[in-house]
């Protein structure tokens, strides 16, 4: 693909994961190639090709209930400001608008100057933090959780059901499903750090304990993208050593869907919801 030549969306399959994960890698996003997997299997991601190149991609990925998530907006740095983006969210806009489909998204503040003029609102804010080095203590011995009652749960704060979602990352090598008191999280791997989400607990001291007994049995470095309306939990994990990295705007394009029953503490993940 030559500077001047119109773009050619082409939509990817699952052989394209490794090239998605290059171009996240770029962006020193935290996806694994697992998570490249389940986009490219149970969503549809469109990208465009330089040769034999992925530089560019986006995914839209349909829950339950007339729900999707828009995220992997990926553009290589080469072929940035040339309107890619956003010839792209237009393409999963329009097969969400086939499919009559709520689209939402977790935008980074780069993503939200091109999602803004395409019609999204803003709706709840995120923090993503992160703990370079956690405590290697001896910890309250965590319960294993039930995936049925994470997705009990789920449904509850995001008022549609995500059980494939929840079920893959249960099944993957190194997730686990804990819980303490009345908190319970999900904890699964990434390309560098550990991410803990969703995350739903009673109260923010119950969600710091179990973040807290999670910490303590891990070696390398967490995240966990909390809502910024959490304020005592975000201010709890701060004074245990967590750093704010970085915030995400959700936004959503179409009408309103029911609200959910529960605020989280931390979501899933800002690809995911
Ligand atoms: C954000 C990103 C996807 C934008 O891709 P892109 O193809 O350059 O975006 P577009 O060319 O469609 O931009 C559309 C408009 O958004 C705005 N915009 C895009 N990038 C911008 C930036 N870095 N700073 C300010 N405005 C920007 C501009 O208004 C732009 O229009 P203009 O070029 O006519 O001024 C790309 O920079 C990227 O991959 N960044 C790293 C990953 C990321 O943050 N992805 C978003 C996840 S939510």
Redesign the pocket.
């Known amino acids: 693909m030559a500077d001047t030549e119109p773009v050619t969306i082409v939509v990817l399959g699952v052989d394209d994961a490794p090239a998605g994960l290059v171009l996240s890698t770029e ?1 020193r ?1 935290n996806q694994n190639e697992a998570d490249w997997r389940f986009f490219l299997t149970n969503g549809i991601v469109f990208g465009v090709r330089d040769g034999t190149d992925l530089v ?1 991609t986006a995914a839209l990925l349909p829950y339950s209930a007339g729900n999707a998530w828009i ?1 992997m ?4 740095e080469r ?9 792209l969210v237009d393409a999963c806009l329009d097969a969400a608008r086939q499919g009559g489909l709520t689209t939402w ?4 503040p ?6 803004g ?1 395409l019609g999204f609102t803003p709706t709840l804010q995120l923090r993503r933090l992160r703990l370079e080095h956690p405590r290697q203590e001896a910890s309250e011995t965590l319960a294993i959780g039930d995936l049925d009652a994470l997705n009990a749960r789920d449904r509850r704060a995001m008022a549609f059901e995500r059980n494939a979602l929840l079920a893959e990352f249960g099944a993957r090598a190194g997730s686990r499903i804990l819980s303490h008191d009345n908190a319970m999280a999900l904890v699964r791997d990434g390309r560098t750090a550990r991410h803990i989400g969703p995350l739903f607990a009673d109260s923010a001291e119950d969600a710091l304990a179990l973040v807290d007994a999670i910490s303590r049995t891990e070696t390398g470095p967490i995240l966990i993208d909390a809502i910024a309306s959490q304020e005592p939990f975000i201010a709890g994990l701060t004074g245990a050593g967590w750093n704010i990295e970085r915030p995400f705007q959700r936004m959503r394009f179409g009408r309103a869907t029911t609200q959910g029953e529960e605020l989280p503490f931390a979501v899933a993940g ?1 690809e995911f919801g």
Not at 105 to 108: G, N
């Open positions: 962006a996003w560019a995220s907006v990926l553009v290589t072929w940035r400001r040339r309107g890619i983006a956003t010839r998204l977790d935008a980074t780069a993503g939200a100057t091109v999602y003029p800002p």
